[in-house]
Nanobody
């Protein structure tokens, strides 16, 4: 069993930056691919970024490429999502997820955090 706890969300103006963290419990963290998803009001949850178990691969939704960075620190059981040049359309609840498959869909991930709110104001 893996528990995920996100933090770092908040209110920021357009063009600003935030860094989200997701701390995972348990030694299995090192074996999992990690992903960040988001869900805006009235919309479906969507993939934002993913990182493989060994950090060798990352992928991003097209709308965040060049603005967001994903990384992980195995020693701290933590995955990060650094978000720069934020836009109003980035406003959503951001979820951290862990899974065996390095994928871009929710089906690839078994464990989910509770989410952290990111609000970008104009």
């Amino acid at each position: 069993q893996v528990q995920l706890v996100e933090s770092g969300g908040g209110l920021v103006q357009e063009g600003g930056s935030l860094k989200l963290s997701c701390v995972a419990s348990g030694p299995a963290f090192i074996r999992f691919a990690m992903g960040w998803f988001r869900q805006a009001p009235g919309k479906e949850r969507e993939f934002v970024a993913g990182i493989s178990w060994n950090s060798a691969r990352t992928n991003f939704q097209d709308s965040v490429k060049g603005r967001f960075t994903i990384s992980r620190d195995t020693a701290k059981n933590t995955v990060y999502l650094e978000m720069n040049s934020l836009k109003e359309e980035d406003t959503a609840v951001y979820y951290c997820a862990a899974g065996v498959v390095f994928g871009t869909t929710s089906r690839s991930y078994y464990y989910w955090g509770q989410g952290t709110q990111v609000t970008v104001s104009a």
